[in-house]
């Protein structure tokens, strides 16, 4: 019966990863059937997180974070939690051996969101390093399934892909973090007064995100690489668009890809997949 609660579990990691993120969904399911739970499991973990930073703004954040941080610990040292979250989260950090320094980052990055809004340099490399870096490392250690090595060696190319998603999101979602959540990540940035040289500096930092995390990619177990690839191309269909559109823009809509377009980018990959050539 132990099983039937693993189940469950799961199906709700897999439920609000769902909820909350179509691409990331159809990226997972591109990926070969034994990797497709634990990434699940990952992504519902570090989704409720963020949701408790993000979203619940009636409540004591504080006091949500530090409890679901306890808990989350705890369910890793006893192997269950009543949480369905936690519980298949544990199960894949357990499964997988994934390096608990990577989960304190995570929760120190969150932490960072209930008071900062602001960041220098170091703030802003401290913060994208624990809210997205340590996401696709976390990944990576499902993706190399043991071997240790081969984590080792993709380890940088990693961070960046986590790097470059999360700097995409803070341009797209621009207005709802500055208007919204009083937020501004890029250091020395006034989106009062965002110039087309501010914008350049940080696509250009983005653009070389995406270049080193694309000759990772290609070195990825096959179980992974086409999953991680259909990302990639969705987040640099996006991050193009994103260029297209001027400063004055940014503040004013949330650049989207449409289904179609993500439908295009999955079928090209497809056919690039097929012929060996991604």
Known sequence: MMQLFHDLCEQCSKATTEKYSTSFSSAIRLLHADLRKPIFNIYGFVRLADEIVDTFHEYDKETLLFEFKKETYASIERGISLNPILHSFQKTVREYNIDHELIEAFFQSMEMDLSKTKYNSCGYKEYIYGSAEVVGLMCL??????????????????????????????????????????????????????????????????????????????????????????????????????????????????????????????????????????
């Not at 500096?201 to 070389?208: L, M, Q, R, S, V």
């Open 141 to 278: 250690f499902v993706f190399c399934e043991g071997n240790r090595d081969m984590y080792a060696k993709l380890k940088p190319s990693a961070q960046s892909l986590g790097a470059a998603f999360q700097k995409v999101n803070f341009l797209r979602d621009v207005k709802a973090d500055y208007e919204h959540l009083n937020r501004t990540y890029f250091p020395d940035v006034d989106f009062r007064n965002f110039t087309l040289d501010m914008k350049r500096e940080i696509e250009d930092d983005i653009a070389k995100d995406f270049e080193d995390a694309y000759k990772g990619i290609l070195e990825l177990p096959v179980k992974a690489r086409f999953g991680v690839y259909v990302a990639y191309k969705y987040y640099l269909s996006l991050f193009k668009k994103i260029k297209r559109t001027a400063p004055s823009c940014i503040l004013e809509q949330r650049i989207r890809i449409p289904n179609y377009g993500k439908a295009y980018i999955v079928a090209k990959a497809g056919v690039r997949s097929q012929f060996n050539i991604l």
